[in-house]
């Protein structure tokens, strides 16, 4: 579709292009526009109809986006910010340089400006950041037929209109009713009788990957934000808690490997961005496992003694780190979803020891064989080895599950505990414990 869509640009067919275009989805429609030569990109999308074309922009990227501003005389602008949802003009001011939100702002209506400087206002990371205000809302003294009235009267300019919110004259949340229940129910049927009163909602300063979490645990297709006096002030959709979700999941993966997150695509990113974001980590990483160097060269006579053992050291601190990075990876994602809490830690310590015995006997018998068999080493270096493999397996597990949880109690996000850290200090303990247990099995000094 995308060759197409450029060949018809190139044969300047712009008739044939419009209708190609026009029927579009318009996330499709947004893949191809950022196909499309930047120079060339104003003039195809003047072709598109109005509403298609706001719905296509909002799916953009932040550059292109800019690009278009910038080409958009001030009716244009306005025109694409009268068919954009409030929250989508939200998330597309706060991308853009100073001087263009300067010229949004001017384009929209006091009313409008007065409302996004609202949404602005909140901190970053709560509810009230992507909620939006375009939703419906009901009396309690309405029929049926009259709330289908409002809804038709006033639906078209919501984000969503298949749950409808009830609300007091001081705009206080009472409760709410679907669509559906509408439909199912007489027209002379009263709002009050048959809305639901128990409603979830969430504070504007809730965070916004509990309200992201909230969604899916209870498959809403949105949910309420009050303010402190319960309020209703907005409605989080299904799509924005899809963003979320997608936006903290891509920062725990890089903090899981020891990333500070960018926020940006990757190829958006640049080669000074990626080296500033990686390197202190890289840095503090190098310097922490000086540690396990340490404590090499002080059992070196050890070694001397016992050449064997060297050869072996590679594989204990490998196995430590990878069932310390299982348990601590396991965790994560449990605090993530709400399903472990720090009331838990005794039962995972607990659990993630027995699993953690289980493992290093079955690593231990397998590496036992190996060594006899394959390795044709002494049975006491066998015995050394593979003691050291059950609580260095062990003491990784424990470890793993614990410091994500410790960091979650204190403050900190749970990622930044996953296996770079853990195997740092995995990999020390480790060598301590197969130093001792040869120290003292074989004898060394």
């Known amino acids: 579709m995308t060759e197409k869509a450029l060949a018809l640009l190139t044969e300047k067919k712009f008739s044939q292009l419009k209708q190609l275009l026009s029927t579009m989805n318009p996330v499709d429609l947004a893949g191809i526009l950022e196909e499309m030569p930047q120079d060339s990109l104003p003039l195809v999308y003047r072709l598109l109809p109005k509403e298609l074309a706001a719905e296509a922009f909002a799916e953009m990227d932040n550059d292109l986006q800019e690009i278009l501003i910038q080409a958009f005389s001030d009716k244009e602008l306005q025109e694409v910010l009268d068919e954009l949802y409030l929250d989508d003009a939200v998330d597309i001011i706060e991308e853009m340089p100073a001087n263009v939100v300067k010229r949004i702002l001017r384009q929209t209506s006091p009313e409008v400006r007065k409302k996004i400087n609202e949404i602005l206002h909140y901190p970053e990371d709560s509810a009230g950041s992507i909620m939006t205000i375009e939703y419906v809302d009901l009396k309690k003294t309405m029929t049926v037929d009259e709330a289908f009235s409002r809804i ?37 049927a009263i709002i009050g009788e048959i809305m639901q009163t128990h409603v979830i909602a969430a504070s504007t300063l809730d965070d916004k990957e509990k309200v992201a979490n909230q969604l899916q645990k209870y498959d809403f297709l949105a949910l309420p934000v009050v303010d402190q006096e319960y309020r209703l002030v907005g409605i989080v959709t299904f799509d924005d808690a899809m963003d979320v979700l997608q936006e903290e999941n891509t920062e725990d993966i890089e903090m899981m490997a020891a990333i500070t997150p960018t926020g940006k695509p990757y190829l958006k ?88 015995i289980l493992c ?16 044709q080493v002494g049975l006491s270096v066998s015995l050394v080895v593979c003691l050291t493999l059950v609580v260095t397996v062990t003491i990784a597990k424990i470890t793993g599950c614990t410091l994500p949880i410790v960091a979650k109690r204190i403050g900190f996000d749970p990622a930044v505990m996953a296996s770079p850290f853990i195997t740092t200090i995995v990999d020390a303990l480790s060598l301590i414990v197969y130093f001792n247990f040869a120290s003292i099995l074989l004898h060394l000094g």
């Open 360 to 375: 290093g006997l079955t690593l231990s018998v397998a590496n036992f064989a190996k060594m006899m068999l394959l390795d």
């Open 269 to 356: 990113t640049s080669t000074t961005e990626l080296w500033k974001k990686r390197v202190p980590w890289l840095l503090l990483l190098m310097v922490s496992a000086t540690f396990t160097g340490k404590i090499i060269q002080a059992y070196e006579s050890a070694l001397a003694a016992q050449v064997a053992l060297t050869a072996f050291i590679p594989m204990l601190m490998d196995t430590g780190g990878n069932a310390g990075s299982q348990a601590s990876v396991t965790i994560i994602r449990g605090l993530s979803l709400g399903e472990i809490r720090m009331s838990d830690l005794l039962k995972i310590i607990w659990k993630e020891i027995r699993v953690a």
């Open 152 to 188: 038709r009267a006033t639906g078209v300019d919501k984000e969503t209109i298949y749950t409808c919110y009830v609300t007091n004259h001081d705009r206080k949340l009472e409760g709410l009713v679907t669509v559906r229940e509408l439909l199912l129910s007489p027209k002379t």
